[in-house]
C-alpha cells in the first residue's frame, strides 16, 4: 500500500465510516453506491484532497472516475501530483 | 394495440380527479375532526400548486370557516406569493392572517449568517447582492455538486463552487425560514385548536426535499401520495385559479429566482414524476426511457439520483429514537 492510499483509507475510516475500523471498504468499491456518500460527502472530500496533498480540483475533476472509490482517489491523487506520488509521501 | 395497452407513458399518472377528491376530502374530515380533535385546518399559503390545491381540498372538506390561511413573507419572498396566494383565500373565502416573518428571520441572523456563509467563498459579498443555491446538473456529473450563484448590484451574475462548510452554514441558516413559517402555523393551531397541514406532494416527501421540522412537520399531509402531475390534475378538478397552476415551481427561500429543479430534483417535474413512478414500481430504465423520449443511461442516472435522496431522506423521516418503547406513548388508530 502506498503512503496516499493509506491516507486515503485513514480518511475513508475517520470521516465516512465514522472511525468503525470493522467494515472492510475494498479499493473498488464505489462510495455513492455503497452509500458511503452523498452530495455534501464530495464537497468534503474535496477539502480532504486540497487541504492534505495541495491539489486544486476543478469542476470538471468531481466525477466519479476520479472520487467515487479509494483506488480512484488513489489514481486522482497521482495523477494531480506526481511529485507526491514520486516522493510517495 | 394489445400488447401496446400497459405501455409506459404518462398516462399511468392520470387520476380520476372527482373520485380522488372525495377521497382526500373524506380523508380530511375524519383526521381532523375525530383522530386529531380538532376543529379546522391552519394551511400556510405560498401562491404554489401544493398549497393552493391543500387549502381548496381543506375548505371542501371543512368548509371555509373552519379553514385558516396563513401568508408568511419575508425579505426575500416573491411579490406574486402573497398577491396569488391572497387571490386564492378571497375565492375560497377563508380567513387569512398576514405574518411577515422578516423580524424573526433577522433576530435568529438568519441573513447575517447566511451572508457570512457566502464570503466564505466570495469574500466581496454584502447584502446588496443576491443569490440562490444551485445543484450542478446530472448531465454533467453523477455527483451533484452544489454551487452559489450570486448577482451584485450592478446585475453580473457568477456561480461559485461551495466548500462542505459553507454549504452547510447556508443551508442551516436559510432553514429559519421553513422553522419560523411552521411556528407560526402552529401558533395560529394552538390559538384556534386547529390543525396544521403539510403540503408536500409525493416528489418532496418521497425524496426529502423538505426542512426536518420545518415545512416537514405538520398534523397531516394530505397530497403527500400524489405524484406532482397529480396535483395539477386535481388543481384542474378543484378550480384553482389558472395563474397559479401557470406558475413555475420555485422555491421561494433565496433572493435569485430559483426553480426547483436547480436546486434538487434533477428534472422538471413531469419527467421526475414518471422517472419516480419508474423506479418505485421497478420499471426497466430503457421503458421510461423510451416514454420521456431519454436516454436509457439518463435514467439510469435519475435512478441513481433517487436512491441517493432516499438515503438522505431517510434521516429527515425519522421520529426520535429511543432506547426503548413505550408502548402507554404509541397512538394507534
Known sequence: MTPIEARVRQYVTDRLLFGRSDVVVEGDTSFLESGLIDSTGVLELVAFLEENFKVKVEDEDLIPANLDSINALTRFIQAKSPALADSRA | MGENRNKFSPDHLRLDASAEAERIVSFIRDAVFTRLKRKGMVVGLSGGIDSSTVVALAVRALGADRVIGLFMPESDSSDDSLRLGQLLAKELGIKTFTEDISGILRGADCYRRRDEAIRTVVPEYHSGYKSKLVLSSLDSSEFRISYVVVESPE??????RLTAEAFLALVAATNFK???????????????????????NRLEYDLGFFVKNGDGSADIKPIAHLYKSQVYQLAGYLGVPQEIVNRPPTTDTYSLPQS???????????KMDLCLYGKTHRLPASEVAEALGMSEAQVERVYRDIDAKRAVARYLHMEPLLIEPIKEAVVDF
Open chain 2, 260 to 270: 426547483q429543479e436547480e436546486f434538487y430534483f434533477s428534472l422538471p417535474y413531469d
Open chain 2, 178 to 200: 421553513q422553522r419560523t413559517r411552521k411556528m407560526m402555523e402552529y401558533y395560529y393551531a394552538d390559538r384556534f385548536l386547529y390543525a396544521v397541514a403539510g403540503t408536500p
Open chain 2, 155 to 160: 446585475g453580473e451574475q457568477r456561480k461559485v
